[in-house]
């Protein structure tokens, strides 16, 4: 198979676009923006899967055209009595410019009481979680997210109807200083997910054993027979699933079942998703106490080398891809789409009356 032809679309080109886009739908100026930045920052670190082509998506199936997600919608912060801890009635608010400010407003606990917490009901789906604690890290703190995904796509361990979501778990930790960027740890639980389904079905390709059920339960490898996915490793990946569900219903969430069924009137339970963050600071888990007087920082970096010593050199970090795709990107000058992908802006611009990319006058990446 021939390697994907990438053509380079300039970030301010991107971000006008989807910021239209958004705009069209009735999103505010500022919301719009950030919705913009997000994509395009999951467009640089080669998270092709959570691209504003799929932002978009998501809100024209969940979100703002079926009430799933309301634009312009304030933020309500709730009271409570611990002071290192935010709880928030997102009201529906924009996933991404919610979980940006609930970033930001860790990182401000954080530096107060060494550890903020913000825990989010009633929110719509933010995407990538990897970004929002990549960026925290960036910021010199460790990050971490998981969310209860938009729909139940997921088996429990030996059942046969799907009640879980993909429920992604993220991590971020400062590690800029010890190896150049970020360690971002983030990954769905489930072992494939249902878009890859999809693809795998057009391609007339098959699915790898132990990834899917059909519409009985029973496992199949056949994508056209996939009903729901099951999760990674077995009771393990389910125990880490259920972790976002547990969460979520300690937050304030309605039935899993029932989530973003916005069609399904008859059901009183909420069906928006929930959100949980914390941010620490460094400093605050630092006993002082390092080998050969190393600091905190030295520290981390003598870790990681010897774990990537003894014959490992060749192994891979989390975080490392993405920091590669970041950097072919600066290379290049822009964001990098195919053709397919730079069809689906042009799609989005008819929509919205935007100037579309015009592949003719992009350059291609060598």
């Not at 301010?12 to 705009?23: D, E, I, S």
């Not at 190393?294 to 003894?310: F, M, P, T, V, Y």
């Not at 990107?329 to 053709?339: I, P």
């Not at 009356?353 to 060598?366: E, F, H, I, R, V």
Request: proline letters at 5%; glycine letters at 10%.
């Amino acid at each position: 198979m021939s390697p994907e032809t990438f053509y380079i679309l300039p970030e301010k080109q991107h971000n006008t676009l989807v910021t239209a886009a958004y705009r069209h739908r009735g999103f505010t100026n500022a919301e719009s923006e950030q919705a913009a930045n997000f994509a395009a920052l999951a467009s640089k670190h080669g998270i092709r899967t959570h691209n504003a082509l799929k932002a978009l998506h998501l809100d024209h199936l969940f979100g703002s055209g079926v009430g799933g997600c309301v634009p312009g919608a304030e933020i309500k912060k709730l009271d409570t009595r611990f002071a290192s801890v935010e709880v928030w009635d997102a009201q529906r608010k924009l996933g991404q410019a919610t979980a940006l400010e609930a970033i930001d407003a860790g990182i401000s606990l954080a530096d107060k009481y060494g550890t903020g917490t913000i825990s989010i009901d009633n929110a719509f789906h933010y995407l990538w979680g990897g970004g929002y604690v990549m960026e925290a890290a960036k910021r010199g703190y460790i990050a971490y997210t998981h969310c209860t995904a938009a729909l139940t796509e997921v088996v429990p361990f030996q059942g046969k109807f799907p009640t879980l979501g993909t429920n992604p778990h993220s991590w971020g930790f400062p590690t800029v200083d010890a190896i150049g960027y970020p360690i971002v740890i983030d990954w769905a639980t489930s072992v494939i997910a249902m878009g890859r389904v999809q693809q795998l079905a057009r391609e007339g390709s098959r699915l790898p054993p132990n990834a899917a059920v059909d519409e009985r339960g029973q496992p199949t490898t056949d994508p056209t027979q996939a009903k729901a996915l099951l999760p990674f490793g077995a009771h393990k990946g389910y125990g880490l699933s259920l972790i976002n569900e547990i969460v979520g219903a300690f937050i304030g969430a309605g039935l899993p079942t029932v989530r973003s069924r916005w069609n399904d009137q008859t059901s009183e339970e909420k069906k928006t998703p929930c959100f949980y963050f914390q941010i620490i600071h460094p400093e605050a888990l630092s006993s002082g106490a390092f080998s050969k007087n190393r600091s905190q920082a030295e520290n981390i970096g003598a870790i990681l080398k010897d774990i990537l010593g003894h014959g490992n050199e060749g192994c891979i970090l989390p975080g490392q891809l993405e920091a590669e795709a970041a950097q072919k990107c600066d290379n290049a000058g822009g964001l990098l789409f195919t053709k397919a992908e730079l069809e689906g802006f042009q799609n989005i611009a008819r929509e919205c009356g935007a100037t579309p990319p015009d592949l003719s006058q992009l350059k291609k990446y060598k």
